[in-house]
């Protein structure tokens, strides 16, 4: 009776996560989205490995994989993520287990064999999903973080580090990004984009315990196109 009982315990309570996990995701906004499709410089496929972006030439030799924020759809990053597509770069956007990036066991592999032709890598993610990047970046040869930090200590490690955060983050706030800034290498680059606040990352609406962005989701996109574009260029001539 008392083994049934621990039987039953564990059921529910897994049933009870899955359920948990299943609530409240934060759906991507439609237009954004709609934008995303009919971009005619992209391709967009809904691959196995994730929601893949690339050039519409073909013409890709660096790639990027990143990890969603918890309970966020995927596919809201697509339109902040598209820029970075367009010049020239494949972007694998994964789809974590139970939506939440630490349920999801899965090595960079796993997400990289979108496209076995590209050889360099760079590893990132929003929010909770930056901080499974952290966890992964040792496979990768640089990270990128949005509105993140890292749990894992890569100080000493020389790992290509890019930090965007946002002046108006209600969640991974400014005091917060400085308090774990020890866990990245010192030429780690760190720009706070000014008027941003944490769902300024995505393209899935307001968030309870966020603070309220001053930067329209165009200028967003354009920040983050250019800083990112910018710092995989960088990543991309130190591979070679």
């Known amino acids: 009776m008392i083994l049934w009982g621990l039987v039953i315990v564990l059921v529910l309570g897994a049933g009870g996560i899955v359920a948990w996990s299943q609530i409240g995701v934060m759906a991507a906004e439609p237009e954004p989205l709609a934008g995303v499709r009919a971009n ?3 391709t967009v496929e809904d691959a196995e490995q994730g929601i ?7 013409d890709s030799d660096f790639g990027l994989v990143f990890v969603p924020g918890a309970k966020v759809d995927p596919w ?4 902040i993520l598209q820029g970075l597509a367009e010049e020239g770069v494949t972007v694998v956007i994964t789809r974590p287990w139970l939506n939440l990036a630490f349920f999801d066991p ?3 592999d796993a997400f990289t064999s979108a496209d076995p032709e590209i050889d360099t ?3 990132g993610g929003h929010s909770l999903g930056g901080v499974r990047a952290c966890q992964l970046a040792a496979d990768a040869d640089a990270l990128v973080l949005f509105g993140s930090y890292c749990a894992t200590d890569l100080s000493t490690s020389d790992l290509p580090v890019l930090s965007l955060s946002g002046s108006e983050d209600g969640l991974s706030t400014p005091e917060k990004i400085q308090d774990a800034r020890d866990q990245l290498p010192d030429d780690a680059e760190m720009i706070q984009i000014d008027g941003a606040s944490h769902a300024s990352f995505g393209d899935y609406g307001p968030q309870d315990g966020d603070g309220t962005p001053t930067i ?3 200028e967003m996109h354009a920040d ?3 800083a990112v574009g910018g710092f995989l ?3 991309e001539d130190r591979a070679r």
Request: aromatic content about 6%.
């Open 106 to 108: 899965r090595g960079l």
């Open 233 to 235: 260029d960088a990543v």
């Open 216 to 218: 329209s989701a165009d």
């Open 121 to 123: 890598w760079t590893v």
């Open 224 to 226: 983050v196109t250019r």
């Open 40 to 42: 005619p410089a992209i």
């Open 52 to 58: 893949v972006l690339a050039p519409a030439d073909g």
């Open 76 to 79: 809201a990053y697509a339109p």
